[in-house]
C-alpha cells in the first residue's frame, strides 16, 4: 500500500470536506491517480464516502481483466462514457497508451476530481447520451462501469444498420452502452458491466442489436460483492463488437487472477472451459444468466442418473392454492398437500403447524398421490439444488416472490414411488435411530452427575452404561 499517499489522506482525518472540497485539496497536495496505488484509492473512498457517496469501487482483479481484454485490442483511441472519477480510464490509459482517451461525468464534483487525479485525460461534463450524440470520433475501445437501475426518463432514438430509426427504452447505462457502441470503429470493442436484466428484460437493448449491427461476444459473470459497500446488484462484464455473433462465451470470473488468465485465454481462441466457470460457447438469443446454465446441466446430471426426466410442478398439482390476508384466512384441509413460501428461503412444509410466515406468503400445492409423496417433493425442494432452483424461479427486482404461474414452471425431479417410499423409511428409520441416541445421550449425562454426586455408587453406575452401550450395538 502506498505509504506516501496514506500520509497525504491522513490529514483529511477529522474534516468534514465533501467529494467537493477534494478536489482542490488533491491540487493543492500534488496527489495524481497511478494504476499501481488503485487499491489504496478504494479503501480511501470506500472507508470516507461508503455507499453513500456514489464513488464506485473499481476492485484490482477487476481492473485487471478489463486491462487484459483492452490490450488485445491495442486501442488508439479509448472512451469511458460513464467514468466517475476516473479510475477505470486510468488504468487503461496507463496499460494501453492511447493517443486519445476521453472520460464523460454529468456530476460536477465527479468531474472536478477526475480532472486533478486523472491527466492526459480529455475531460468533458454533460449528460452522456448528449455527449454522445455530439461526438464526431469513433473509439477502438469504449469501456465503462455503466449506472445500475437507473431509468432512463426518455428514450434514445439511433440510426439501425438498414438506416431506419429505431427507438430504445431501457435503463440508462443500456442506453448509453447502444449509444457508445454505435461509436466503436470497425473492429472496435466495447467493455461494459450490466446488471442481468440485459439479457431477459422485455424492453431490453439486447433484442434490438441484430437491427443496430452489434453482437455480444462474451458474458462474463461477476462474483457476488463486487461492488460492496455500493451495491450489492449482480453483474455481467460484456464484450461488445460491431458485427453480429452467431456464439456467446459465457463464463464465471473470480478474485483469483490465474483462473481469469485461463477464461480470457478461453475467451481468445474461441474454445470451451473443462467446467461451466471457465467458459461456454451459447446462443446469444437462448442466454438468460449463467445459473440457469448450471441448472441444465445439473438437471441433465440427475436425469441421466436416474433414469427419468424432470417435471413441471403444474403437471403433477391437482390444484395450486394462494394464501390470503387475514386472520380469518384458513387453507382447505387437503391430502398430499405442501405449503410453498412465496417469498424468503423458508423451508417448504407439509404441515400447517410448521409455517414460519404467514399465510398470505405461502401457497398450498396439492401433489398427484399417484406421482409423488408430498413429504418427498418437499425434501427436494429444501434440498441445496431444489433451494437454487426456487430462487431462480422468482420474479420482482424490490422483493423477488414466487407467483402462480412460476411454481408451475417450477421443474422438480423426484425418482418412481417405490423408490421414494423407501428412501422415506430409511430416513424415518434414522430419525427415531437419532432421537434414541440423543436419549441415551442426555441419560448418559445424568450417569455422570450421579457418578460426581455419589462416587460410592459409580461401579452400580458402570454397570448401567455398560448394558446400554450394548443395546445400542
Not at 488508439?76 to 464523460?104: H, M, N, Q, S, Y
Not at 406421482?371 to 425442494?381: K, Q
Amino acid at each position: 500500500m502506498n505509504q506516501e499517499l496514506w500520509q497525504k489522506f491522513d490529514k483529511l482525518r477529522g474534516t468534514s470536506a465533501g467529494s467537493e472540497g477534494l478536489a482542490e485539496f488533491f491540487q493543492q497536495e500534488g496527489v495524481r491517480f497511478s494504476a499501481g496505488d488503485l487499491a489504496t484509492w478504494g479503501h480511501f473512498i470506500s472507508g470516507r464516502f461508503g455507499r453513500a457517496g456514489g464513488m464506485l469501487n473499481v476492485p484490482e482483479w477487476l481492473a485487471g481483466v478489463f486491462a487484459t481484454l483492452a490490450k488485445d485490442v491495442s486501442p488508439k483511441a479509448i472512451c469511458d462514457p460513464w467514468a466517475g472519477v476516473g479510475f477505470l480510464v486510468g488504468v487503461l490509459r496507463e496499460t494501453c497508451r492511447p493517443k486519445v482517451a476521453v472520460a464523460f461525468t454529468q456530476n460536477h464534483a465527479e468531474h472536478a476530481i477526475g480532472s486533478v487525479l486523472v491527466l492526459e485525460v480529455k475531460w468533458q461534463l454533460g449528460e452522456p447520451l448528449h455527449l454522445l450524440g455530439s461526438a464526431a470520433e469513433k473509439f477502438d475501445l469504449v469501456a465503462s462501469i455503466l449506472p445500475m437501475g437507473l431509468r432512463s426518463t426518455k428514450p434514445l432514438s439511433v440510426s439501425g444498420e438498414t438506416g431506419k430509426i429505431v427507438e430504445l427504452r431501457d435503463d440508462l447505462g443500456n442506453l448509453v452502452m447502444v449509444s457508445a457502441s454505435l461509436h466503436l470503429s470497425p473492429d472496435g470493442v466495447g467493455l461494459f458491466v450490466v446488471t442481468p436484466s440485459f439479457f431477459f428484460s422485455e424492453r431490453s437493448v439486447f433484442r434490438q442489436f441484430g437491427v443496430l449491427g452489434l453482437g455480444v461476444q462474451a458474458a462474463l459473470a461477476l462474483p457476488s460483492g463486487t461492488f460492496a459497500p455500493y451495491t450489492n446488484i449482480p453483474a455481467y462484464l460484456l464484450v461488445v463488437c460491431k458485427k453480429l455473433a452467431a456464439r456467446m462465451f459465457v463464463a464465471q470470473l473470480s478474485g483469483d487472477e490465474k483462473t481469469n488468465l485461463q477464461i480470457l485465454d478461453n475467451l481468445r481462441h474461441g474454445r470451451e472451459g473443462g467446467t461451466l466457470e471457465l467458459g461456454r460457447l451459447v446462443a446469444p438469443t437462448s442466454f438468460t444468466s449463467l445459473e440457469r446454465i448450471r441448472t441444465a446441466e445439473r438437471f441433465g446430471e440427475a436425469e441421466r442418473r436416474f433414469g427419468a426426466p424432470a417435471v413441471k410442478l403444474g403437471e403433477v398439482a391437482t390444484a395450486i392454492n394462494l394464501g390470503r390476508f387475514g386472520e380469518s384466512f384458513a387453507f382447505e384441509a387437503q391430502d398430499n398437500a405442501l405449503f410453498f413460501p412465496l417469498i424468503g428461503n423458508s423451508k417448504v412444509v407439509d404441515s400447517l403447524g410448521d409455517l414460519t410466515l404467514k399465510k398470505q406468503n405461502y401457497a398450498q400445492v396439492v401433489i398427484a398421490p399417484s406421482w409423488s409423496n408430498a413429504r418427498f417433493v418437499a425434501r427436494f425442494l429444501n434440498s441445496d439444488f431444489g433451494k437454487e432452483l426456487r430462487e431462480q424461479s422468482k420474479t420482482g427486482a424490490v422483493i423477488p416472490k414466487l407467483n402462480k404461474q412460476t411454481l408451475k414452471e417450477l421443474r422438480v425431479f423426484v425418482p418412481d414411488l417405490q423408490t421414494q417410499r423407501r428412501m422415506l423409511e430409511i430416513e424415518a428409520r434414522m430419525t427415531t435411530e437419532e432421537n434414541t441416541l440423543l436419549g441415551l445421550q442426555n441419560e448418559l449425562g445424568e450417569f455422570r452427575r450421579e457418578l460426581w454426586a455419589a462416587p460410592r455408587t459409580a461401579a452400580s453406575v458402570e454397570q448401567r452404561l455398560s448394558r446400554d452401550r450394548k443395546s445400542v450395538v
